[in-house]
């Protein structure tokens, strides 16, 4: 094959996905680093591991938002939406994000009925979640909240923080719509904001499609993260 036959796309693919196990093994490796730290009482060392870990799980999630992504550009993603639990979504989402929220000391509200079913992909929402929480994590004091409600015909999932909430700069551009696109120089947030965006807009019936929006306020009077999916 010809350098001219590869593609710099497949190439950069492939390439993410390296990365993505090698940041996987790195994040294990530091998680008992932290462990061990902690039970040996040099908390100085723990504090420090903890700001580490979170970074790394949010490069982490970065780089499986990129892959998921190229392959929406090829058309090769396995849409899979189906009618599924709400409440085990969320505490799936929950539990992938345990060790950085315990790490960190944040507590997780989850207000969400346990018999409340809806039509998602469920890995894509999960992505969806975990970016919310990642965000919430990076911006909260020590508290997050999940909601999850039925409004005009739409499940609406909130991720609620007790944080300093949105910028106004941010909030002013009316939200994270999938027809916006994403400037990646305006702050790290952009490529998480531009997954979730995409991902519930995928998510369409009768002629609606999801949507993503942020604004200040909720439960905390933080950050709120706001998913739709019709």
């Known amino acids: 094959m010809s350098f001219d036959e590869i593609s710099f796309t497949d190439l950069m693919a492939s ?7 090698s940041v996987n093994v790195q994040v294990h490796a530091l998680e008992q680093i932290a462990h061990d730290a902690k039970a040996r009482g040099d ?20 780089l499986i938002q990129l892959l998921s992504l190229y392959k929406f550009g090829k058309s090769t993603y396995p849409l899979d939406i189906r009618e599924q639990s709400v409440a085990e979504l969320i505490a799936e989402a929950v539990a992938q994000q345990r060790s950085v929220l315990d790490f960190k000391g944040i507590s ?5 009925a346990d018999d409340f079913d809806w039509y998602f992909d469920h890995d894509l929402m999960t992505g969806v979640l975990l970016n919310a929480l990642n965000n919430a994590c990076n911006y ?5 909240r999940i909601a999850a409600q039925l409004q005009d015909g739409a499940l609406v999932l909130r991720v609620e923080d007790n944080g300093p909430g949105y910028p106004a700069h941010m909030l002013e551009q009316g939200g994270v719509g999938a027809d916006k696109g994403v400037n990646f120089f305006s702050g790290s947030t ?7 965006a995409q991902v519930a807009h995928l998510h369409h019936n009768n002629g609606r499609r999801g949507s993503l929006t942020i604004d200040n306020g909720g439960a905390f009077g933080g950050g709120c993260f706001v998913v739709a999916l019709p």
């Open 140 to 144: 909260t004091q020590d508290k997050i």
């Open 190 to 196: 952009g490529l998480g904001f531009y997954f979730s």
């Open 108 to 112: 997780v509200e989850v207000d969400c």
């Open 15 to 21: 390439s993410i996905h390296d990365m993505k196990n």
């Open 43 to 62: 908390l100085e060392a723990f504090d420090s591991l903890v700001v580490v870990i979170a970074q790394a799980h949010r490069v982490n999630a970065n």
